[in-house]
């Protein structure tokens, strides 16, 4: 079998679309070549938005190889890239004398 120029692409990821987009312009690709599947995304908080670089690292890799290939990122690795200031957070919870929440404040700060 000959090396096909279409990518599948399974990523952590929240945008797929993204992804393609990405994948498309780095390597010179149409989108209806280029498919990317997100099964599993867990609790990204908007930092799953954006490609990694490990998504291009693998088209790279399995285009050389002309093979499936599959990047496992240690835990450490997995937040290698990417910026959240640092913050402080304060949350108050008021309850009235029979355990109902009445009120909720929640203050960040740089």
């Given amino acids: 079998m000959g090396w096909q120029r279409q990518a599948h692409v399974y990523d952590k990821t929240q945008g797929v679309q993204n992804v393609q987009r990405y994948l498309c312009s780095v390597f010179d690709m149409k ?21 990694q670089y490990q998504v291009a690292l693998a088209v790279l890799a399995a285009r050389a190889l002309k093979r499936s290939v599959r ?3 240690t835990r450490q690795q997995m937040y290698g890239l990417g910026y959240r200031p640092a913050m402080i957070q304060r949350i108050a919870l008021g309850a009235n004398a029979g355990g109902t929440l009445e009120a909720i404040t929640h203050d960040a700060s740089r």
């Fill in 31 to 51: 989108p209806d070549d280029v498919r990317v599947m997100s099964l599993f995304m867990g609790g990204g908080f908007g930092s799953g938005l954006r490609p």
């Fill in 71 to 73: 990047v496992v990122l």
